[in-house]
């Protein structure tokens, strides 16, 4: 049987507040603890990316600059069929 069926993914909310003295560093940037989204496949072996402006990131060690980031999250089947957070 071929998967023919695309990948779900769900995120929590955004992460609204993060100061960049948290780190410590005063370099205005710090890491945020960004939760995983919840990804869904009917095969096994699903692999997920996070990025930010077309550039893929660890999201354990991004330090985000002050002003908003978007980071989009892909989930991908071995199939190849893939879904994107946000659409």
């Not at 072996?45 to 330090?63: H, K, R």
């Amino acid at each position: 049987m071929v998967d023919q069926t695309s990948p779900e993914i769900s995120c929590l909310p955004d992460v609204t507040t993060a100061k960049t003295s948290d780190d410590g560093t005063g370099n205005c940037a710090t890491t945020v603890a960004l939760d995983t989204p919840f990804a869904i496949d009917h095969g096994s072996g699903a692999t997920m990316i996070a990025q930010v402006g077309g550039v893929t990131i660890d999201p354990l060690t991004y330090l985000f600059e002050v002003g908003t980031t978007e980071v989009t999250w892909t989930v991908t089947d071995v199939a190849g069929l893939s879904a994107l957070y946000p659409e």
